[in-house]
């Protein structure tokens, strides 16, 4: 298992595990309704491939499948962090946040910030990120209800102790 950048051609297998992180995962935390309108079964290719060649995540590849993908922005803005379903609570999540931090630190990224699900929330506790403030997006039609997160990169206790761990 390794994480790599976006390459083109990478689109419709990041597609598959946004739909199986969001219809496996996130549905215990929302309605069937909210499921369907947040992560459709059909979309707009085109609009998905341009979305990810915008975004350019991270990548966790496994055997050749593609199981995992997380982006920061220029801005520390975290748009897209979604692992597959029967990959969840395997340690991918936490290798993709940790190159999220690894990749702010380096840009000179001083605060993260992401728009979380009401299911990644804790994970996202556990690198350091608070609630800043409860949203309520509409999504075709239907509120999507989630957290906008934020997180100092330099005061996150997780990323510094897996940083020490590899540096000793």
């Given at each position: 298992?390794?994480?790599?950048?976006?390459?083109?051609?990478?689109?419709?297998?990041?597609?598959?595990?946004?739909?199986?992180?969001?219809?496996?995962?996130?549905?215990?935390?929302?309605?069937?309704?909210?499921?369907?309108?947040?992560?459709?079964?059909?979309?707009?290719?085109?609009?998905?491939?341009?979305?990810?060649?915008?975004?350019?995540?991270?990548?966790?590849?496994?055997?050749?499948?593609?199981?995992?993908?997380?982006?920061?922005?220029?801005?520390?803005?975290?748009?897209?962090?979604?692992?597959?379903?029967p990959f969840a609570r395997t340690g991918i999540g936490t290798m993709l946040m940790n190159r999220i931090h690894e990749t702010?630190?380096?840009?000179?990224?001083?605060?993260?910030?992401?728009?979380?699900?009401?299911?990644?929330?804790?994970?996202?506790?556990?690198?350091?990120?608070?609630?800043?403030?409860?949203?309520?997006?509409?999504?075709?039609?239907?509120?999507?209800?989630?957290?906008?997160?934020?997180?100092?990169?330099?005061?996150?206790?997780?990323?510094?102790?897996?940083?020490?761990?590899?540096?000793?």
């Amino acid at each position: 298992m390794h994480i790599r950048v976006f390459q083109l051609g990478d689109e419709a297998g990041l597609y598959a595990v946004f739909l199986s992180a969001i219809h496996e995962l996130a549905s215990k935390d929302y309605t069937p309704e909210q499921i369907e309108a947040w992560a459709p079964a059909s979309s707009d290719p085109e609009a998905w491939a341009k979305r990810m060649q915008g975004i350019r995540p991270f990548v966790v590849e496994s055997h050749g499948r593609l199981v995992a993908y997380a982006d920061v922005q220029p801005t520390g803005y975290i748009d897209h962090f979604f692992v597959s379903g029967p990959f969840a609570r395997t340690g991918i999540g936490t290798m993709l946040m940790n190159r999220i931090h690894e990749t702010a630190s380096a840009q000179g990224i001083s605060v993260l910030t992401s728009d979380v699900s009401r299911t990644a929330q804790p994970f996202f506790a556990q690198f350091g990120f608070v609630v800043v403030e409860k949203r309520a997006p509409v999504i075709r039609g239907v509120t999507v209800p989630n957290a906008l997160m934020r997180c100092e990169v330099t005061a996150n206790p997780s990323f510094k102790r897996t940083r020490l761990r590899r540096s000793a």
